[in-house]
């Protein structure tokens, strides 16, 4: 049962409900590629990683941010 006002997020065959996330971290894996090494944890006790180039981390970054109520 999918839920109202719910936001779901894709990411490299994934997809997520952004309401059930409890964190996200991060580091930069190259500098000279804007590569990030992320990991996603679920509510659930689920965690996901995932590279991703810096626009497709902004996305996350912004998408998490507005779920959480920050912007």
Request: aromatic share 14%; charged share 35%; hydrophobic share 30%.
């Amino acid at each position: 049962m999918i839920r109202e006002n719910t936001t779901y997020f894709r990411l490299h065959q994934l997809c997520f409900d952004m309401d059930e996330v409890e964190a996200i971290e991060w580091k930069e894996s190259d500098e000279e590629s804007g590569a990030y090494s992320v990991r996603i944890h679920l509510k659930s006790s689920k965690m996901f990683t995932r590279q991703l180039f810096e626009n497709q981390f902004k996305q996350l970054k912004e998408q998490y941010k507005y779920t959480l109520g920050d912007e």
